[in-house]
């Protein structure tokens, strides 16, 4: 009975070990990344992404294609997110569909993490080359230290054709070339394996042996030492002089075959170059807003001056990527995602061009199924509900205008 019992239980810890493998060896395909999950100020009060422009809807394997435009780091900074000190600029994709050829800040290589200045506003440039066939929805992202991964609007790419034909040469300092896709692939796979293997015969070896409770009777009773045999003493120190000559000698003859090696380059880029943007010569006052949750549209009341020299409208507001425009005013021409545009979501009670030196005071609403079905509502459960966008001003000769907006969010139910 006894010997079962044991049986048994070796069984089902042979069994635990394989369910432990087989959950750290599955990696079930991303379908969202989550985007809407993060939090609302996060998306509103962090990086305000504009002028994006994702250059192909679809591309085949081993093609290029490349997502620009500006991000402005906002000067209102939430308290409970770390400030943008270090910080990567990435692009939020699942998993490694597209590779990242290379990316720019202000034309400037950033390979590394960069340190970003609030309240400034930079232009950036992606270069992807796609490499597994499929849709994908690709977005801008920063990766804050201390903050996270900041997501920005994503738009749908198709890559097409077959990722077995997928190659990716460099050329290395020393001047060999090699294909970073599959280079020493087996033999990655052979290290893995065998470290895997090894450790593996070690746990088996134990598992071999009465285990948790006979061994604690043992341990109580006295009889610890019987647990472990001259045997086990044995096996003990073959497998540790084992791994210890195997990592001695693999390294040393790694390091003959491979006299040449530099590490991995990290550190963090300092005196990126923001974007000169003359001061803005309107002004705009946020005397309230409110949420109004059953129309889903945000309502504000705006007092704005044009201390400039020709007449202008209010066309757009951008606030988390999603952008409402007045048609009247401004249409987007750059394909922007269909779900983040409001193309008539901006009315304004009264967008007659504004004078030079003409102040008015306007009601704003920005109405979209983009404040649910982005969460960006969300926003008014929080402990701060602040929003933040972007207004954009244009006059009769097509010159644009940015003005940044903050102000408190009162919630209105009915
Ligand atoms: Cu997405």
Known sequence: MKIIKDKVGKLSFVALLLAMAATVLYT???????????????????????????????????????????????????????????????????GPVFIRAGS??????????????????????????ARRPGDWH???????????PIIGPGKWVTITGSMGSFVNPITTLTGETLDLENWNLSNIIFWHSFWYALGLAWLIYWARK???????????????????????????????A????????????????????TPLQAGLLRGMKPIQIPAATVSVKVEDASYRVPGRAMQMTLTITN??????????????????????????ETGYPDDLLAPEGLTVSDNSPLAPGETRTVNVTASDAAWEVYRLADLIYDPDSRF?????????????QLVKVDAPLIPAFI
């Open 28 to 94: 079930p395909a991303a379908s969202a990344h989550g985007e809407k999950s993060q939090a609302a100020f996060m998306r509103m009060r962090t990086i305000h992404w504009f002028d994006l422009n994702w250059s192909k809807e679809e591309v085949p394997v081993n093609e290029t294609m490349t997502i620009s435009g500006k991000f402005y780091v906002f000067e209102g900074w939430p308290e409970t997110v770390d400030k943008p000190e270090s910080a990567f600029l990435n692009i939020g994709i699942p």
């Open 104 to 129: 720019w800040i202000g034309g400037q290589l950033v390979p590394r993490s960069v340190s970003l200045e609030l309240g400034e506003t930079y232009e950036f440039k992606v270069l992807l080359k």
């Open 138 to 148: 690709v977005h801008t992202m920063m990766n804050v230290e201390g903050g996270g």
């Open 210 to 240: 009465p285990m948790f409770v006979p061994r604690s009777i043992a341990v109580e009773s006295g009889k610890a030492d019987s647990l472990i045999t001259p045997t086990d003493k044995k096996v003990g120190m073959a497998f540790l």
């Open 242 to 261: 084992g791994t210890i000559i195997i990592v001695a000698a693999s390294m040393s003859s790694t390091d003959a075959k491979y006299p040449v090696t």
């Open 307 to 332: 201390n400039g020299d020709s007449p202008v409208r209010l066309g757009e507001f951008n606030t988390a990527g999603v952008r409402f425009l007045d048609p009247k005013v401004h249409e987007d």
């Open 388 to 400: 933040a966008g972007l207004l954009f001003f244009w006059d009769q000769a097509g010159n644009r």
